[in-house]
């Protein structure tokens, strides 16, 4: 192990004031990688799947979509449970169990009812994962050394689905389809193993929900409630989550049905160049960016995030090889890692002492879904009606409003960075 992180992993373990905790921390960040292999498998994989055993693109988009809205409405309640609930390593344990079964639906049959109750099930157990995780992290190490860890985490998740990945490739080459989600399903079991060597008495379950609980506020939990929604900053934060999103998920997808006009045998190994670019990115610079939003704060990084977005749209009409469309993936790794590490961060700054930092996470990821599933509609919508040139930089045109929505109402939230960065309980 290198020197530098095992002095970050001796700090986390003097932040909670015990040695024993590097194991948990070890062990959360080895099911960060692991929960990503299952949760990879179970994500774009499900169309191609589906497409190849016979059904209809219409069919594949609403299957898909009934995971999604499942997933969407139980965001935000998920993050309340999360808040109250003490048995987090539970959560992780019956969430990878759930997605498993799901798995192995889809392996045993094709059939619509057989679909829509994997996808129904899938939708169900995603919206605990990413609260939790962060939930323990927090109780882990605290909000000082969160950032830092949080990268880390992301840097594993990135890892996670490069592997991943590799596991669907080989398993489809040699086994088949279908295999794959006996794969995933296997998958699962590290995941568990790794969940259950998180100790749980070395998570802070104060800390783990933001700092405090309704007590630490006068009227209690509708104080707490009032208090958040009252929150400009916060508010307007999941704005741009929307805006960002919104701008951003569509470009992708839309790029791969242009190519596959132009060569249906070259769109899926570009797709899949183009996915491995983003993982890469995240990967190599999620730790920094931690880091770098440990020691300078918040908003530069965002504005970074948020900038590159309309240039990559503008891109996406200038060039036409291969080459040049990979290089702008680049782009893409670098929105994603910032916002993947960084909104977390925001949400931890604004909801510090609240004791809702895990419903606050929720309310993102709604944010962060709705924003995706109307990104695609609309942007389909545009290269239906007026090309695809036209629906890239009306997606870019997006990307800079939510830039200057970042610019000129976010303030920097990380204290100690700006005077005008108070939590939610000021």
């Not at 290198?2 to 002095?7: L, V």
């Not at 169900?124 to 990268?151: E, H, K, N, S």
């Not at 704060?297 to 948020?306: D, Q, T, V």
């Not at 002492?353 to 990104?375: E, H, I, K, Y």
Request: proline share 2%.
């Amino acid at each position: 192990m290198q020197t530098r992180e095992r002095s970050f992993l001796r700090r986390a373990g003097a932040r909670l004031g015990q040695t024993e905790n590097l194991q948990s921390i070890r062990a959360l960040e080895w099911t960060n990688f692991f929960l990503a292999d299952v949760q990879a498998g179970l994500g774009p994989f499900v169309a191609a799947y589906l497409a190849s055993i016979g059904w209809q693109a219409g069919a594949v988009g609403r299957a898909l979509t009934f995971g999604g809205i499942i997933t969407v409405l139980l965001q935000t309640p998920a993050g309340w449970v999360v808040d109250r609930v003490a048995w987090k390593r539970l959560i992780l344990v019956a969430g990878s169990a759930v997605l498993a079964v799901g798995a192995l639906l889809l392996a045993f049959s094709g059939r619509a009812s057989v679909v829509y109750t994997a996808q129904g099930l899938i939708g169900l157990a995603g919206p605990f994962l990413g609260p939790t995780i962060a939930a323990i992290t927090m109780g882990l190490v605290g909000m000082r050394l969160f950032d830092c860890q949080f990268g880390r985490n992301q840097g594993f998740n990135a890892a996670g689905n490069l592997f991943a990945a590799a596991v669907i490739a080989v398993t489809s080459h040699f086994l088949g389809n279908r295999a794959i989600f006996y794969a995933i399903a296997l998958l699962v079991l590290p995941t568990i193993v790794a969940a259950m060597a998180i100790r749980r008495d070395d998570i802070d379950q104060e800390l783990a929900r933001g700092g405090c609980d309704d007590k630490g506020f006068e009227g209690g939990s509708k104080a707490v409630l009032l208090k958040l929604v009252k929150d400009r900053v916060l508010l307007v934060f999941l704005a741009c989550a929307f805006l960002f999103h919104f701008a951003n998920a569509a470009m992708l997808p839309q790029l791969g049905e242009l190519l596959a006009h132009g060569s249906v045998k070259a769109a899926a190994p570009f797709m899949g160049a183009c996915v491995a670019i983003t993982q890469i990115v995240m990967l190599c610079t999620a730790v920094s960016i931690g880091r770098y939003a440990n020691q300078h704060g918040r908003k530069r990084l965002l504005l970074l995030g948020f900038g590159v977005l309309p240039i990559r749209a503008v891109l996406y009409t200038v060039f036409h090889s291969v080459a040049a469309l990979l290089a702008v993936q680049i782009l893409d790794g670098v929105a994603n890692s910032i916002f993947g590490v960084v909104s977390i961060l925001v949400i931890a700054d604004r909801t510090r002492g609240t004791g809702r930092f895990n419903l606050a996470q929720g309310a993102l990821a709604t944010a962060v879904g709705m924003g995706a599933a109307l990104s695609n509609g609309f942007g389909g919508m545009l290269m239906e009606k007026a090309g695809y040139r036209i629906s890239f930089l009306a997606l870019g045109g997006m990307a800079c409003l939510a830039f200057l929505l970042l610019l000129f109402t976010i303030p920097e939230t990380a204290q100690g960075k700006s005077e005008s960065n108070q939590p939610a309980k000021g």
